[in-house]
């Protein structure tokens, strides 16, 4: 054989080598490239993603919380305010309320907003005043009382059952995150609907229906509020309360004896009940009023 051929040869022996080279190369380079690039990421990359996974979603709660808080940029809430300062230090603060939270929103909620024109003089006497459709607006200190027998945190989901004016609607909506309230009367329902709404009250719900049944769909609630009277407590409205929540409602005849009756469930969902003043508030109407059938045997 050759000298040129030989050497020829001994140069094709190196080629599979080299290729062999090339490919460890090519194979190592993959390995480093391809966890980024398959969505596997290492730990430090991790943790930023995670950082501003949590940065987004603390935003969206902080817009979220921020569309629901009463806006105040109304009129209304900058009118009258000596007024609501001393009904509060004389009938609310002065008969014995304390929760500070009470106490503001009692000294926020302009109730003047909530009363018909003939009784604006009135609005913040210590005292119910009519409607319209024989119903009322409570008593400032009632309203006081029952919001603070409630012990509503930031963080409370409320039912409400008799709008009304949304008067009490509101005084829970500056203390709670959510309140959702029914009301029989439909006409009474869209025009506390449309005056919540023009308030800035971005947190109150409102529907045109029988509070007997709650509002099955949102809760359980942390508190209930009832604004008028029945004989008995609706059972839905003790199945719609949370275990640790707290519901108050007068309780009595239309027309006899009325008592505000404190309704708490615990951890076990043992509910209890205890009297707590003697009150005087409209009639619920709706399926209360029906007679209670008979259990089956």
Known sequence: ?????????????????????????LW?????????????????????????????TNKEAEKEEKVLAPDHNHPAFGERVEERTRLVARYIEGQGIRDPNVLRSLRTVPRHAFVRPGDLRRAYADHPLPIGLNQTISQPYIVAYMTEVLGLRPGSKVFEVGT???????????????????????????????????LGYRNVTIRAVDGYFGWEEKGPFDAIIVTAAAGLVPPPLIEQLKPGGRMILPVGSPFGAQWLVLITKDDTGRVRSRRLLPVRFVPMTGRVMEPEKPARR
């Not at 000298?3 to 190369?25: C, D, E, F, Q, S």
């Not at 993959?30 to 987004?56: H, M, N, Q, W, Y």
């Open 1 to 25: 054989m050759g000298a040129n051929h030989r050497g020829l040869i001994k140069k094709w022996t190196y080629v599979p080598l080299v290729l062999l080279i090339l490919v460890v190369l």
């Open 28 to 56: 190592g380079t993959c390995l480093l490239r391809g966890p980024t690039e398959s969505g596997v990421s290492f730990a430090s990359e991790r943790k930023g993603a995670d950082a501003e996974s949590k940065a987004g």
């Open 164 to 198: 009304g004016s949304g008067y009490q609607a509101a005084v829970c909506a500056e203390i709670a995150r959510e309140v959702y309230t029914v009301e029989i009367l439909e006409k009474l329902a869209k025009s506390a609907k449309e005056r919540l709404k023009n």
